[in-house]
Nanobody, 121 residues
Framework: QVQLVESGGGLVQAGGSLRLSCAAS????????MGWYRQAPGKQRELVAI???????NYAESVKGRFTISRDNTKNTVSLQMNSLKPEDTAVYFC???????????????WGQGTQVTVSS
């Protein structure tokens, strides 16, 4: 099995910064894409940022210039540096990873448990 464990969520004032981290462990043969999604109360879950195994990144338009995603392939971790936070960034943030556990089978999607980010006015 594969586990994704997030850390770094919390309460911060508008304009502040937080750094989220996610560590993948378990039966990992290869990590493909990794990323972060978020879901606010009453809203759909949305992609925040994603990074491929080759290092290409994509960001939601609302976070471009403020958030930076990165990964460490030697440690099976992905991080999200969040700067200039706004109240509308308040949500539960979920780590995502596309993982090959058996080299003879396709990759599967895995999700972390979620970590709360609250940005106050």
């Amino acid at each position: 099995q594969v586990q994704l464990v997030e850390s770094g969520g919390g309460l911060v004032q508008a304009g502040g910064s937080l750094r989220l981290s996610c560590a993948a462990s378990g039966s990992i043969f290869r990590l493909n894409a990794m990323g972060w999604y978020r879901q606010a109360p009453g809203k759909q879950r949305e992609l925040v940022a994603i990074v491929t195994s080759g290092g290409s990144t994509n960001y939601a338009e609302s976070v471009k210039g403020r958030f930076t995603i990165s990964r460490d392939n030697t440690k099976n971790t992905v991080s999200l540096q969040m700067n200039s936070l706004k109240p509308e960034d308040t949500a539960v943030y979920f780590c995502y990873a596309e993982v090959v556990t058996n080299r003879l089978k396709p990759a599967n999607d895995y999700w972390g448990q979620g970590t709360q980010v609250t940005v106050s006015s």
